[in-house]
């Protein structure tokens, strides 16, 4: 029907009809979203604050004290730069490198040494539970007995090594009965030696379990796949295990940095107080309630720890990949 130059067609009355609704459905179709994120952010909110109390206040507390004055006898609230030029002092003398770089040098080589030995262990260890061990409840009787030194503190696991490394102790004496050396080593016990064993064998299992939970979620339908298409065992590893296994492997290494990077008990033990490491500067000067120094160390290990983590986050998107 037409009247005064307009026209309604009689295909065009439904959709006039159905206009108001519209609107109508967008509306309620954007308070379920609200709703939605509230309920979401309401159930996040304990574990936020959480987070908040025991994270970020205990950071920002220990940020606001590197800032603070010290002396023998009291900390000064009053805000200062010196504890940061303390700690970075001489370190623009490339010739001879200050105690802070030659510190983290030290730590960085038993954080690589360490990372390097518990990925070999930790990823062969997984791929065995992972393809070889068929039955769900020999896997999780063999998660059991990787987890029982924890039952146990990590000074003790470590003293337990002494009896064992010691000058007299059972390596140096058996070598020695079979006479395939003629005096006892001495390198076995308070050496950098003893210090990556120790932190191999407390912090492999971090790396054992996220590669095999990243293991199991593999289709075994894509190694049947390489291996009809002629793949040996190492191209199907190479191939096809260790990409997807990315993510975890990439989550046990930055267990395994963060643990060793802020050490302190392992080095002190095993390396018979005499091998220095950032951890163990900050503890010791916050023994010597130096704690504003001991702040501003905390703080720039903390940025190099996040450094770290950062430019592993950028060789593997985590959340993609997860």
């Not at 500067?281 to 130096?290: C, F, P, T």
Request: hydrophobic share 55%.
């Amino acid at each position: 029907m037409s009247r005064g130059g307009g026209a309604v067609t009689e295909a065009a009355l439904p959709a006039l009809a159905d206009a108001p609704t519209v609107p109508a459905a967008a509306a309620s179709l954007t308070a379920k979203t609200r709703r939605r994120r509230a309920l979401a952010y309401l159930q996040a909110a304990p574990m936020a604050l959480v987070f908040a109390v025991f994270f970020l206040v205990p950071l920002l507390l220990t940020l606001m004290v590197s800032f603070w004055e010290y002396n023998e006898y009291e900390i000064i609230p009053s805000f200062t730069v010196q504890n940061y030029r303390d700690v970075f002092e001489g370190c623009l003398d490339v010739q001879n490198a200050c105690t802070t770089l030659r510190t983290y040098l030290s730590t960085l080589k038993f954080c690589a040494l360490t990372w390097l030995f518990t990925l070999l262990i930790g990823f062969t260890v997984a791929y065995f539970v992972a393809f070889h061990v068929r039955s769900r409840n020999v896997q999780m009787a063999l998660f059991l007995v990787c987890t029982i030194p924890f039952w146990t503190s990590n000074v003790i696991r470590m003293i337990s090594w002494i009896p064992l490394l010691g000058r007299n102790g059972l390596v140096n004496d058996t070598l020695m009965g079979l006479g395939l050396i003629a005096r006892p080593i001495e390198g076995l016990l308070y050496s950098d030696f003893s210090v990556v064993l120790a932190f191999v064998h407390l912090n492999t299992v971090f790396m054992i379990v996220p590669i095999f939970n990243s293991m199991a979620r593999i289709d075994r339908a894509l190694l049947e796949a390489a291996y009809d298409a002629g793949a040996s065992g190492w191209q199907t590893l190479w191939n096809v295990v260790i990409p997807l296994a990315k993510p975890g492997i990439a989550i046990g290494s930055i267990f395994v940095i963060t643990l060793v990077m802020g050490d302190f008990v392992t080095v002190g033990v095993m390396g018979g107080q005499q091998i220095a490491s950032v951890g163990k500067i900050i503890q010791v000067q916050m023994s010597a309630l130096q704690l504003p120094a001991a702040a501003a160390n905390a703080v720039v290990l903390l940025g190099a720890v996040m450094l770290m983590i950062v430019a592993m986050t950028r060789l593997i998107d985590l959340r993609k990949e997860l």
